[in-house]
């Protein structure tokens, strides 16, 4: 089955600065990629999502790149803020078969005034 | 809209106590799943369904029983409570193809087993 290993799992950064964090998958046959943010003792909520025949895409000061190659996808934040801060949790899935999304472990950026 | 709805909020059971955590979407989403998460493990699928009538097991269905009678709800029942399954539970929902259909998730049960 699909496995995605996502790095790394704390990231601390300054106010104003970017913040990046990778993502790899397993299985050839995923084409959707989605990303959610879960704020402290709250739901997780989608943020951007990308699908297999889009290199990139961005909203405001996030965006999301795909490697289909490579088997990896990343999210960046620009310009970070402390609402910012959260844990990210990636996601890959495929269509046909099964097509359960496989998560990510999640990271905790962590973004200091 | 309510989106997902789980209740209840907080629940603390004694080790062997059975219960059933309810889940209910007002979408008309045919894929429901249950999700624990635990620190430093992410979100582990538990059981989901397809569509009314069907059921499969995810990553750790141990201990755990769902069922889908209609398209809106899916309980999941705890059989006989250990400290093991203290978590925090999600139900989430999304359009019958999720492979490019985001997750819709409801606001979680914390679950304490002593």
């Known amino acids: 089955g699909e496995n995605v290993e996502q790095h790394p799992s704390t990231l601390s950064v300054q106010e104003g600065d970017s913040a990046v964090i990778k993502c790899t998958y397993s299985d050839s046959a995923s084409n959707y990629f989605p990303w959610y943010k879960q704020e402290l003792g709250k739901r997780p909520q989608l943020i951007i999502d990308i699908r297999s025949n889009v290199g990139e895409k961005k909203d405001q000061r996030i965006a999301v790149t795909l490697n289909k190659t490579a088997k990896h996808f990343s999210l960046h934040i620009t310009e970070t803020q402390p609402e910012d801060s959260a844990v990210y949790f990636c996601?890959?899935?495929?269509?046909?078969?099964?097509?359960?999304?496989?998560f990510g472990r999640g990271t905790s950026l962590i973004v200091h005034p | 809209n309510a989106g997902v709805t789980q209740t209840p909020k907080f629940q603390v059971l004694k080790t062997g106590q059975s219960m059933t955590l309810q889940c209910a979407q007002d979408?008309?989403?045919?894929?429901m799943s249950w999700y624990r998460q635990d620190p430093g493990m992410g979100l582990r699928l538990i059981h989901y369904?397809?569509?009314?009538?069907?059921?499969d097991q995810g990553e750790v269905p141990n201990g755990y029983n769902v069922s889908r009678s209609t398209t809106e709800d899916f309980p999941l029942r705890l059989l006989s409570a250990a400290p093991s399954q203290t978590s925090v539970y999600f139900c989430?929902?999304?359009?019958?193809?999720?492979?490019?259909?985001?997750?819709?998730f409801g606001n979680g049960t914390r679950l304490t087993v002593t």
């Open positions: 996601a890959a899935s495929a269509s046909g078969g099964s097509y359960i999304p496989t």
């Open positions: 989430a929902s999304s359009t019958g193809n999720s492979y490019n259909s985001p997750l819709h």
């Open positions: 979408m008309n989403h045919e894929y």
């Open positions: 369904s397809v569509g009314a009538g069907i059921t």
